[in-house]
């Protein structure tokens, strides 16, 4: 009788949290929910909807839009240059929208997790910080729409929503793989226990993850800073080398630093993959890694060749989303299992 079977006999009224598909059906819809989140921010950035609702939480004073022209002019109280257009409140009240459904769903996995698997520290714990930073992010959120605060604060925003993708990925891989030998979801780490190229491979999964996230924030800052669309052609500048403005040099710094995350991000994959004895979910996790950051790197290619077209503009958020998401599922499947026959060692060690 394996430990799922033993704890599932001694309490029949609980089954063990990897076990529970409505638990991690709530957490992946969380992962779905954070990317979907980020997406639309990128909309309501690039098509200028920010301000599609003057004021928060309320929209135009009420909890469900105007939706057509004459209504909007006649709430519309002047407290921006130019009175927003149907299609900026939609955008705007969608991205909120999200927000608050993104917020109620982790609310109630966070209600399951410490009513029924509350010795799931480690997911319980995860959770409720995914909770508390979500609230935090909607409460900047509702500052940067009110005060149009500048561009380190609108960083600063889209920064703790990708922390939030990262606490939700995190409890994810806990929930999915909490079983006996592994290291995340008990309290008994096994980092003494793994190969060099496994350690190797998390180290620089890791690192990759990091400048992923450090491209993705300086993209933003460039954009929030009107650098985004200051250089008109790729990989250069304009066609010169150094760049000759302020603004090019905001522009070419995140470019710079996007190349250094593509190559970390293929040596890392790469790296993965030739790991022996590893998970067919790793595996596809390093697969995708490649075709991400290529289609990364031709989606910020494609923002001069189309002179910064809004879905360009757009989509190159969202993958690099994805780019940071990925590199956090590999790095959290690496932590999880002892690869090869450590995991028979550990499991001989742990029943001494």
Known sequence: MDSSERFTKQNPEKSPIWQDKLLLTLMAITVIGVVLQVTLGGVVRVTGSGDGCPDWPTCFGQLLPPLDQETIDRLYDGSRPTTPR????????SHRTVGTILGL??????IRVWVRHRASKVVAWLATAELGLIFIVGMIGGRVVLSDLDPAIRTLHLFLAEIVALLAVLALVAASYGRPNSIIGTSKWMWGRVSNDHRSALILSATAG????????SGSYAVWKEAGAVC?????CGGDFIPQSTFAWIHMTHRLLSFVSIILVLLAGHKVWRLPNISGALRFAALASAVIIFSQMLMGAA???TTFAEWARSGHLSLATLVWIDMVFIVA?????VPGEELAKASESSAE
């Open 303 to 305: 923002n001069p060749w």
């Open 105 to 110: 769903v982790i609310i109630a996995t966070v």
């Open 86 to 93: 149907v299609h900026n409140v939609v955008l705007e009240y």
């Open 210 to 217: 990091m400048f992923a996230l450090i491209a993705l924030l």
């Open 333 to 337: 499947l690496l932590l999880r299992p």
């Open 232 to 236: 008109p052609s790729w990989p250069l």
